[in-house]
């Protein structure tokens, strides 16, 4: 497997944030539906598999559906999406850059979380209310309980929580421009994914799916979700702007020289 070395990473990632901020709106709209309702069908897999694992077996459910899990971003970042986490590292690297404005990133993060949102509740409420398949017995006992566990955190640690997320979500996307080939991007993408799963970081995108599916159960409630969202959100800006983006900027941005990279390349990850 080829890659990239990291300095030629965070170039590869300048260039990615000034190809996102450049799309046309009805194309980010799109593909930020196709990232959110990505998202939520991992997570959806991920209760389907976990939730009827119990006795000897429950040992190994959060590790499985940790390794389960992944097939949300792979798909993003492989088949096509804009994911509000992971561009939350490279709109603001670009924007380090100077390649990008700041206003431009926050008509990008402002698109992307409707786009994502809007995808992740269509699956919650199709899939999950209208077909059943988080509304019916242990299925439905597992996914009110893991988005009461998400509620149930005050301001401060969903905040942390939220910035370990996307210091791995942004790492895994990372890794994923660093590998020149299929193979390399998903198993680049793959480890970061399941650590933030297997250690209960809190996804912004992944509780758009989860917490809502439980509200379309009748638990919880939107004041809820809400609350949630906030300091998740904003946890995971720093995770991934600052533990990423700015870390690996301030680490290379004396040494950052035009990477030599064929256009075709660039294309090929125009979606993700």
């Not at 080829?2 to 194309?27: Q, T």
């Not at 379309?216 to 720093?238: D, K, M, Q, R, T």
Request: hydrophobic letters at 55%; one cysteine or more; proline letters at 4%.
């Amino acid at each position: 497997m080829s890659f990239y070395k990291p300095d030629e990473i965070a170039s590869y990632s300048v260039d990615m944030g000034v190809k996102k901020a450049d799309y046309p709106i009805m194309r980010t709209l799109i593909l930020g539906f196709q990232a959110g309702a990505f998202i939520a069908l991992g997570y959806l897999l991920y209760i389907r598999v976990t939730a009827p694992l119990a006795g000897d077996l429950a040992g190994i459910s959060s590790f499985l559906g940790a390794a389960l899990f992944p097939i949300g971003l792979i798909l993003t970042l492989i088949a096509g999406g804009e994911l509000l986490t992971g561009n939350m590292m490279v709109l603001p690297l670009a924007s380090m850059a100077k390649k990008v404005s700041v206003a431009s990133v926050a008509k990008n993060w402002g698109l992307v979380t409707v786009s994502n949102f809007a995808g992740a509740l269509f699956v919650a409420y199709f899939f999950g209310h209208i077909a059943g398949l988080t509304e019916s017995g242990v299925f439905l006992e597992k996914t009110v309980s893991i988005a009461e566990h998400k509620v149930e955190a005050a301001f401060l640690p969903a905040f942390i929580s939220g910035i370990g997320c996307n210091w791995l979500v942004a790492a895994a996307v990372w890794l994923s421009y660093g590998a020149k080939d299929t193979t390399g991007k998903i198993l680049g993408i793959w480890f970061p994914t399941m650590a933030f799963v297997a250690i209960g970081f809190q996804h912004v995108v992944a509780n758009m799916f989860v917490i809502p599916a439980a509200i379309f159960a009748g638990h919880l409630s939107w004041a809820s979700y809400i609350e949630n969202f906030i300091p998740v959100y904003l946890g995971n800006a720093v995770g991934g702007s600052i533990f990423i983006g700015f870390a690996y900027w301030m680490a290379y941005k004396f040494k950052r020289e035009p990477l030599q990279i064929h256009q075709t390349e660039i294309k090929h990850h125009d979606a993700s």
